[in-house]
């Protein structure tokens, strides 16, 4: 609606303003994913844990009326569902994707049970940066409304880089991820590694439920998460596991995910719902190009979901 | 004398510990592992180890690095008892191990791998710095690796020389080492140990190498000690030491090497012609660029050549576990594309490179994995049913002809050790009643002597038989022993040609490195 004032300069302007407010929950699972993967494990089961931090922020911040004090705890609810993961996945003869996809139907599944008397009520929201001039049209001024939790996922990005590559323990989570054995060498406990870094990226993805409930699209309803959890999982691997790139990568979904609505807000009503599965074309589209026989991919983390 | 006593705490600083470990003995459950072993390493020698597969080196060394607590016995350095409960600990007394597979991620650079080795690195790395300190590390060792190469692009040569560098850098004082050539060739493998050598002459590093070649024994060590199934077996200086006494030594019996007879092929004929063949590496990037080579029958055609030359691509693309982009393959005649059926036609078999991933299904019974080339023909099989006894019957007859050493035919073939596995992958590979070519690639990696000259006899039998065999290895001295033409692959090519009687052991070396 907003973008009709400007006519057909609306689908540019809501597609970057979407790029913004639907690219923050892929950026925050993708950069957990991506934690999550160094370390040489896979969580899928951050699906179930966006639905689990989603519900938890607008809950809390229904209840306490503090939406960052919601923020913080859809982190530790990922803590918690990290914990079952990062310990499930590193039993013996326990498979990470298995668990992943427990950890899907218990997280959404718990999230569902919990969250069902917060359907209804209207929580709190966290507040924006306006980046409009107060003069602006109003449509304009809406589009840029930027979240802090973007910001926060912007700035977490290049962080996450600069300790992979110049921290000991960025170097630690890497080389247990890469090759086991010679973290084992070096006297490194893998156990402990992966525990923390399953727990750490499942903290992120938490939040990056809260801001799908506490900023766009700003409610909790059951269909909330839309698979978002899943795609990020593609997004690391279109990343090559890099967290700047997943920063650009997380863009790009959420961009694609902006264009159906966009397009129905100047009056496109044909094909609507085609334009709202670009972000699961574009999941196919990417695992086509990036998957091949004959190559191996750059990047990979040498003992991702092996059983070592 | 007097320069010496002048300045004698630099001299003590500089000087390597002495270290002995005194009856160690060291039980898992029932087994007895090691049993009332000594050693005692001077400090500024070369010491080996010396034994064949299973007879305690590893354990022994595994105690003195603190991997394992021993069950009995003791560890001395400088004739202090000591408690080494880990690496760490090793660490700190100045002993450091450099292990047969290497240690270093693969994904990270040379300079990162260094830094993470530490121990007491900072939590924040300042690269500008460490690049520094390491450059200067770099310009005083003894071998020099570049500092912003990830591990994985480095040749074995190199990650070798990385391995020990980084016990260098942690300025280990004692090195032992856990058969530190295996990977490299001749070239490289005098190199290192020559390096490493002049530091323990002046006086730098104590050095306790296992090992399994004499020929780099009696050219660089100083004393061996020899273990036999567990117990010690034996301890001199190598001046003092014929070959034949350290085999006796090792194997309890005197046992020259028997030179393998082979017998010529009447009317060899052409089997495996290969023409023109490119393959790609799993990263897309071009392996194989070109080769043509054929193998005649009664005939072992041998590829030397530093891994990663593309090899291993070539025996996969014969194999039938990759697809050349271009080229053919022509087997007694007719174009081979190593499908089932063509493989049973033309009597192809393979032995390759690491066969508990390449030639086995590792949770199957060492039946089912002996049965896999003939469990779908009579009388392994009737219709869609597989009769169980005849493959297990089979078993049986193979794992008594060909030895391999297994609770049972039903036992998982992982629970297996290396060179019972070879030994059962060579079973199936060369029971049938006629074969026409067989490929080979590094088949005694890792074993023993007496698997070693198990395995050659079986492939000089063949031979003599009337099979074609190509013999890809990367044990020089295996390719001049058994094959009857030798071939040198470098970057994805051909680079050297000539029978054996006129191979030019200097030329080869030079080939394979490139030049």
């Not at chain 1, 519900?55 to 569902?81: E, K, N």
Request: some cysteine.
């Amino acid at each position: 609606m907003a973008a009709e004032a400007l006519g057909w300069w609306g689908v540019p302007l809501a597609i970057a303003a979407g790029t913004m407010r639907g690219g923050t929950p892929f950026l925050f699972v993708s950069l957990g994913e991506c934690l999550t993967e160094k370390s040489g494990k896979i969580n899928l089961g951050l699906e179930g844990t966006l639905l689990m931090g989603a519900m938890s922020a607008y809950a809390i911040s229904y209840l306490t009326g503090s939406p960052w004090l919601g923020v913080l705890v859809a982190g530790i609810a990922g803590v918690f569902l990290g914990l079952i993961h990062g310990w499930l996945s590193q039993q013996p003869r326990v498979n990470d994707v298995a668990v992943g996809i427990a950890m899907i139907v218990f997280g959404s599944g718990l999230a569902f049970f919990l969250g069902k008397p917060f359907i209804q009520p209207s929580a709190p929201q966290l507040a924006t940066i306006n980046l409009a001039a107060a003069g602006a049209p109003p449509a304009l001024q809406s589009a840029l409304q930027i979240s802090p939790l973007f910001l926060l996922g912007v700035a977490i990005a290049p962080f996450l880089h600069w300790f992979f590559k110049s921290t000991r323990w960025g170097l630690f989570i890497r080389a247990v991820g890469d090759s086991p054995d010679a973290a084992r060498a070096m006297g490194l406990s893998i156990f402990n590694v992966r525990m923390l870094s399953v727990v750490a990226g499942s903290f992120l993805a938490g939040i990056g439920g809260a801001s799908l409930s506490l900023y766009y699209p700003g409610v909790w309803t059951e269909r909330i998460s839309s698979g978002q959890g899943l795609m990020a999982v593609a997004l690391v691997i279109f990343a090559r596991w890099n967290p700047i790139q997943c920063l650009w990568a997380s863009l790009l979904f959420g961009g694609a995910q902006a264009l159906g609505p966009a397009l129905q807000s100047v009056g496109i009503e044909q094909g609507y719902y085609l334009f709202n599965a670009a972000p699961y074309i574009l999941t196919l589209i990417i695992m086509i190009i990036t998957c091949s026989p004959k190559r191996t991919l750059t990047g990979v983390p040498g003992a991702l979901g092996t059983d070592n | 004398m007097t320069t010496v006593t002048s300045r004698p705490t630099t001299v003590e600083l500089e000087k390597p510990p002495e270290l002995e470990v005194l009856n160690m003995t060291k039980q898992f459950g029932s087994l007895v592992a090691l049993d009332n072993v000594s050693l005692h390493l001077k400090p500024g020698t070369f010491h080996a180890l010396l034994g064949e597969n299973g007879a305690g080196k590893s354990t022994l060394v595994k105690c003195i690095m603190g991997f394992y607590m021993p069950t009995s016995g003791k560890v001395l350095i400088d004739k202090q008892t000591q408690t080494i409960a880990s690496p760490r600990d090793a660490h700190k007394y100045g002993i450091g191990m450099v292990y047969q597979h290497f240690t270093s991620v693969p994904a990270m650079t040379v300079a990162e791998n260094l830094v993470l080795s530490r121990y007491d690195s900072a939590n924040v790395i300042n690269w500008q710095r460490e690049y520094e300190q390491l450059q200067t590390f770099m310009d005083t060792a003894p071998f020099q690796v570049p500092l912003d190469v990830p591990i994985a692009q480095l040749a074995a040569g190199q990650k070798q020389k990385l391995e020990i560098l980084k016990q260098l850098y942690l300025k280990s004082k004692i090195l032992i080492l856990d058969e530190p050539t295996s990977v490299l060739t001749p070239g490289e493998a005098d190199e290192v140990l020559g390096l490493i050598r002049e530091e323990v002459t002046a006086g730098k590093l104590s050095v306790l190498m296992i090992s399994h070649k004499f020929r780099e024994v009696t050219a660089f060590v100083d004393e061996v000690t020899v273990l036999r199934k567990g117990k010690f077996a034996g301890h001199g200086f190598v001046k003092d030491l014929s070959v034949a006494d350290m085999a006796e030594m090792m194997m309890g019996e005197r046992r020259e090497p028997n030179p393998v007879e082979k017998t010529i092929h009447p009317d060899p004929k052409a089997v495996l012609e290969i023409k023109e063949i490119h393959a790609n590496k799993d990263n897309g990037i071009e392996a194989v660029c070109g080769v043509s080579l054929t193998v005649h029958s009664g005939e072992i055609v041998g590829i030397a050549g530093i891994s990663g030359n593309g090899q291993r691509e070539l025996v996969e693309v014969l194999a039938g576990q990759r697809v050349a982009t271009s080229g053919q393959i022509v087997v007694s005649g007719s174009p081979y594309r190593a499908t089932r059926a063509e493989m049973f036609k033309h009597k192809v078999f393979a032995l390759p490179e690491e066969p508990l991933r390449n030639a086995c299904v590792p949770h199957m019974t060492v039946a089912e994995n002996m049965a896999l080339r003939t469990f779908d023909r009579t009388p392994q099989s009737h219709g869609v049913l597989l009769i169980l006894k005849a493959i297990r019957q089979m078993a049986q007859g193979l794992i008594q002809q060909f030895s391999v050493k297994t609770p049972s035919p039903e036992t998982p073939i992982s629970n297996l050790s290396g060179g019972n596995v070879q030994r059962a992958v060579l079973a199936r590979e060369l029971s049938a009643q006629h074969i026409n070519l067989l490929i080979a690639a590094n088949p005694c990696f890792g074993l023993d002597f007496a698997a070693v000259e198990f395995i050659h006899d079986q492939i000089v039998a063949a031979r003599n038989q009337g099979v074609a065999v190509l013999l890809v290895s990367e044990d020089l001295d295996e390719l001049l022993k058994l094959s009857d033409r030798i071939m040198v692959i470098s970057g994805g090519e051909f680079v050297y040609e000539s029978s054996i009687a006129e191979a030019d052991f200097a030329a080869i070396g030079r080939s394979m490195a490139g030049h």
